[in-house]
């Protein structure tokens, strides 16, 4: 819920950009590498069972076509996950693609592209043993490393460029920084099986409900 309220003051912001005047124009470049960040997943680093950091690489050519590289790390320790046990899921994960995007005016454009991601990461638990027999429950600890998974992601991503300068349309710092949102659809293509304890988190991917998932990023672009 948190998360999602994050998404929603972030939206109210960029409207309220959007609302300041248009006057700017995008400088237009055959092509143009970009570096982003997702301030939202750093804002959210003082939960104390989440560690996220993700960020990326954007070559944008003719002005319209987006090649993408992506990365990130993951370490999560989710509260109640089960009654009797303790997870945590931590590593890294990759992402390579491609995305068309278009103006919607002089300074706001709109993307949809294709992600192909891997994540590569390790789970360990303690499962907590209630007897009636014995006063102390006992504990069964299992450690799993090496395990990798694979999806697919659709991606619509919408973009601001910020205007730091007002006074001086043609300032450099006008078109220095963009911000933005991302949501991405994900599909699950290959992921480790266990049993009697599945996988619950991948890093990248999410919680392990259903091979379809959906997260977003809120993301500072700067255009080099």
Known sequence: MKSYLLVIISLLCINSAVAQGDSLLIQKRSFQPRV????GQTLMLWQE???KYEGGLEWLLFDKVQIFAEAGYTKINPKNLYKNIDYQS????????????AYLDEVNRLGLGVRFAESSFKDEGVIFINSETINSPMKNDFERSD??????EIVLNSEKQLRLNKDVPASYWNKFFSIGIMIRYKM???YPSYQPIEVFSIPGYGRLINKRNLGFNLFLKINI
């Open 188 to 190: 699950l293509l290959d």
């Open 49 to 51: 069972r989440s560690q």
């Open 36 to 39: 982003y960040w997702d301030y």
């Open 90 to 101: 931590e590593g890294r994960f990759y992402r390579l693609g491609m995305g068309y995007l």
């Open 147 to 152: 395990l990798q998974a694979t999806w697919m």
